[in-house]
Nanobody, 125 residues
Framework: QVQLVESGGGLVQAGGSLRLSCAAS????????MGWFRQAPGKEREFVAA????????YYSNSVKGRFTISRDNAKNTVWLQMNSLKPEDTAVYSC??????????????????WGQGTQVTVSS
């Protein structure tokens, strides 16, 4: 069983930056594809970014491409989401997820087996 714990959320002004962290334990982190998703109030959970097991392949939603960067360090069992040029529409609960079936990473919610509890990101205008 894999446990995922996010941190780094908070309140930031538009145009600012935040760096989210997701620490994994209880599994073989280096074998998992990892993803970040977000959910705003009243909306469906949406894909933000994904990374394959080695960190060599990165995927982003169109809404964050060029502003957010996903990365991982398998020695530290951690994946990060660097968020720059934040906008009010980025406000949401951000969750990381691990997939044992898709080590290549995936944009689909259903591809992921393990989820963190989420961290709130609020961007003020």
């Amino acid at each position: 069983q894999v446990q995922l714990v996010e941190s780094g959320g908070g309140l930031v002004q538009a145009g600012g930056s935040l760096r989210l962290s997701c620490a994994a334990s209880g599994g073989t982190f280096g074998r998992y594809g990892m993803g970040w998703f977000r959910q705003a109030p009243g909306k469906e959970r949406e894909f933000v970014a994904a990374i394959n097991w080695s960190g060599s392949s990165l995927y982003y939603s169109n809404s964050v491409k060029g502003r957010f960067t996903i990365s991982r360090d398998n020695a530290k069992n951690t994946v990060w989401l660097q968020m720059n040029s934040l906008k009010p529409e980025d406000t949401a609960v951000y969750s990381c997820a691990a997939s044992s079936r898709y080590s290549s990473g995936s944009s689909a919610v259903s591809s992921y087996d393990y989820w963190g509890q989420g961290t709130q990101v609020t961007v003020s205008s």
